[in-house]
T-cell receptor, first 117, second 110 residues
Framework: GAVVSQHPSRVICKSGTSVKIECRSL??????MFWYRQFPKKSLMLMAT?????????EQGVEKDKFLINHASLTLSTLTVTSAHPEDSSFYIC?????????????FGPGTRLTVT | GDSVTQMEGPVTLSEEACLTI???????????LFWYVQYPGEGLQLLLK?????DKGSNKGFEATYRKETTSFHLEKGSVQVSDSAVYFC?????????FGTGTSLTVIP
């Protein structure tokens, strides 16, 4: 089946620094990738949708200047949390949708646990 | 707008008990429906799916039937195991956008 990886799996950073999280589709091309944020014991909140080669579409309430998304290729999307603060600590999950066939399916990465101290 | 409502947990069951986690949806058009499972510290894994009315998705002993008349997609398993302990999310896909329920935590005790 389709595999999506995320790197790093865990990261601890100091307040004020920036952190980049990578999301890769390993065995298929993903025209669309999604970034979610999950709070403890809560559901997934869609942050943004990114299409390869174009600007990401952010959900209401998500600061695009704080959460920078780049989808430079059909297999890689990155989320950069700029000037991180403790309230940005969360579990970030990406998913990727294929280019054809079962494009309605999303394949999820394993998630990245971000802790800002 | 489109949305998913699922049974709140947590749910605690003894091993070999029957499981039902309710899920209902609101959608325009004809969405695809999914159940995802999240084990502790991990991302989401697709458990099963159904793409049209009356379809039954099944995997690892879990089943769910897409009921258009009741707008439901309840997850069922006849005999749960300790290894089924996880959080289960109901989701729908409409226009390439996913909508997730709030998740139901299941703990199975020996």
């Amino acid at each position: 089946g389709a595999v999506v990886s995320q790197h790093p799996s865990r990261v601890i950073c100091k307040s004020g620094t920036s952190v980049k999280i990578e999301c890769r589709s390993l065995d298929f091309q993903a025209t669309t990738m999604f970034w979610y944020r999950q709070f403890p014991k809560k559901s997934l909140m869609l942050m943004a949708t990114s299409n390869e080669g174009s600007k990401a579409t952010y959900e209401q309430g998500v600061e695009k200047d704080k959460f920078l998304i780049n989808h430079a290729s059909l297999t890689l999307s990155t989320l950069t949390v700029t000037s991180a603060h403790p309230e940005d600590s969360s579990f970030y999950i990406c998913s990727a949708a294929g280019t054809g066939g079962h494009s309605y399916e999303q394949y999820f990465g394993p998630g990245t646990r971000l802790t800002v101290t | 707008g489109d949305s998913v409502t699922q049974m709140e947990g947590p749910v605690t069951l003894s091993e070999e008990a029957c499981l039902t986690i309710n899920c209902t949806y609101t959608a325009t058009g004809y969405p695809s429906l999914f159940w995802y499972v999240q084990y502790p510290g991990e991302g989401l894994q697709l458990l099963l799916k159904a793409t049209k009315a009356d379809d039954k998705g099944s995997n690892k002993g879990f089943e769910a039937t897409y009921r258009k008349e009741t707008t439901s997609f309840h997850l069922e398993k006849g005999s749960v195991q300790v290894s089924d302990s996880a959080v289960y999310f109901c989701a729908l896909n409409s226009g390439n956008q996913f909508y997730f329920g709030t998740g139901t935590s299941l703990t199975v005790i020996p």
